[in-house]
């Protein structure tokens, strides 16, 4: 039986393995504090549980996710057929000392292993810590334009 929109096990198909690998930023939603909804590309790390994203304290999406922590993440290609990875969740936020672990693995990931190094370290002599944002998948959704259609197409 397909495994349908909406259930956890979706992370698992290789689509959404060649999402959660790739150099893609994902695009994070959320709800500003006058009500608003927000779009912001961010790197991410994927540890097999959950989403780990990192950002300086001062970062003003902050406070609008302290006080509504109800995200969206999407990643997606521009390769024919697209594929995209929708997820719904939770935003949980700590304040680290340094620099987030996994945003290191990411920086390596969507620069390269020498240069990640290097952005690492060079962000790492402007700020004395960042805040951790962890996302827990709570739904899962993946477009492949091959097995697996937006619900509007009539297939």
Do not use: C
């Not at 990411?106 to 004395?128: D, P, T």
């Amino acid at each position: 039986m397909p495994v349908k929109q909406g259930q956890l096990q979706l992370l698992q198909h290789p689509a959404s393995r060649e999402l959660l690998q790739s150099k893609i930023p994902a695009r994070l939603a959320y709800v500003w504090t006058d009500g608003t909804p927000r779009v912001v590309p961010i790197w991410f790390h994927w540890n097999e549980r959950e989403f780990v994203l990192a950002t300086p304290p001062k970062a003003p999406k902050l406070k609008a996710l302290a006080k509504n922590p109800k995200v969206a993440l999407t990643i997606d290609d521009n390769t024919f057929p697209h594929k995209v990875l929708l997820v719904r969740g939770s935003a949980r936020l700590e304040t680290v000392p340094g620099i987030v672990p996994e945003y290191a693995v990411a920086a390596e990931r969507y620069f390269g292993s020498e240069q990640g190094k290097v952005w690492v370290k060079q962000l790492g002599s402007m700020i004395r810590e960042m805040v951790r944002i962890t996302i827990t998948p709570e739904w899962v959704g993946l477009l492949d334009f091959q097995a697996r259609f937006p619900s509007a197409l009539p297939l």
